[in-house]
């Protein structure tokens, strides 16, 4: 249960810290974020609290999703109803928190007075961000055991078109959840990206079977998928996981900058549904249990580093948990006691079994 804790925890200290209040979120040059880091006396003698370091509307989606998926739900359809009524209170909440437009523009179609239509929005060209992404580590945490991975696979699709109603926005809330789920099972992380591509085929059977739009799917589908073989072919990362993945012997922060950039679609790192996980997952290869090397490639790099660093926060607590965090960074954070209650409610949720499938 601890680990569930500390992964809903330590996803709010990635984003609080990737977000500093939109200066670092918005700043696109890791070394200028650096260097700040730096001014401030570096990474232990921060001490994040709710003024100085608030929380993005990136981890209150986060927490509102876990809300849903902890209450006690008798089918699936009674969850996405429960989904939609929570998701469209949050948007009061997110005021004042620059929420991401993606989820704001996809919140407005949802219903939730219509019992049979609550969630079905129409599908978004610009639903392809990575809100979708950061939001749904928790379903993977809900539904780990790999028995339930068609359920993971359903939820995570569903919650994700609700707000991101485009193939790189879902299939970024389908690998997230995902890799949430390998973390709990204790799967080397190294095999995490193949076992992605294994995956798809499962959601695009799924989405062909309830879903109108595959047509205008194809071309985005395919970009994922191309963007993730591409990633796993530039770091050497076989079938069998049995290599170690290839990074450069020389990464400073101006050359991590350039190869974000290069995976991302618009220039721009982490602002998207594919490479928003494929640069948190990237960090935990490259960190293994070390904190500050995954704050340093997650959560201090130009772009879009409040969302990496939810990602990489949340599947670090699932792996390695707290122990190696210094404890300024989340002792006063935020919503730390709602956050550890989610957790533990979560954890509990997981593994008392119950029929809700049919």
């Known amino acids: ?6 992964a809903m925890v330590l996803s709010a200290v990635g984003d609080a810290l990737g977000y500093r209040k939109g200066r670092w979120e918005n700043c696109i040059s890791g070394a200028q974020i650096q260097k700040e880091l730096s001014a401030l006396g570096g990474l232990d ?17 986060h927490m509102t999703t876990a809300e849903a998926l902890v209450t006690d739900y008798w089918c699936l359809e009674d969850l996405y109803r429960e989904l939609v009524r929570l998701y469209v209170d949050a948007m009061v909440s ?21 019992f049979l239509l609550a969630w079905h929005t129409p599908f978004n060209e610009k639903g392809s961000g990575s809100g979708a992404a950061t939001k749904a580590m928790c379903v993977g945490m809900r539904y780990w055991q790999p028995e339930r991975l068609d359920t993971l696979v359903e939820v995570s699709i569903e919650a994700g078109r609700m707000t991101h109603h485009h193939p790189i ?14 973390a709990v099972q204790g799967r080397p992380v190294v095999n995490w990206g193949r076992d992605l591509m294994k995956v ?4 695009e059977e799924y989405c062909r079977k309830t879903i109108r739009h595959m047509a205008e799917y194809q071309e985005k589908w395919f970009y994922f998928e ?59 290869l490259a960190a293994g249990s070390d904190w500050g090397e995954l704050c340093k490639r997650a959560m201090f790099h130009g772009g879009e580093s409040s969302a990496t660093g939810l990602i990489a926060g949340c599947l670090y607590g699932l792996l390695y948990g707290m122990r190696q965090v210094p404890p300024g960074l989340y002792q006063d954070l935020d919503k730390r006691d709602k956050l550890e209650d989610l957790g533990a409610k979560l954890y509990h949720a997981s593994t008392t079994e119950k029929d809700t499938e049919k």
């Open 1 to 6: 249960m601890e680990k569930f804790q500390h």
């Open 45 to 61: 003698a921060l001490k994040l609290d709710p003024d100085n370091w608030p929380l993005s509307d990136r981890t209150l989606m």
């Open 94 to 114: 997110l005021q004042g928190r620059a929420p991401d437009p993606s989820t704001v523009e996809g919140c407005a179609y949802l219903k939730p007075n219509n």
């Open 169 to 182: 926005g879902f299939l970024g809330a389908l690998c997230t959840a995902l890799f949430a789920s390998y």
């Open 200 to 203: 798809i085929p499962k959601a």
């Open 226 to 284: 191309a963007k993730w073989q591409f990633y796993l072919e530039e770091r050497g990362i076989e079938e069998d996981g049995q290599n170690k993945p290839l990074f450069p012997k020389s990464y400073d922060a101006d050359e991590m900058d350039k190869v974000y950039k290069r995976w991302s679609s618009e220039g721009l790192a982490g602002h998207r549904g594919h490479d928003a996980p494929m640069i948190a997952y990237d960090a935990l």
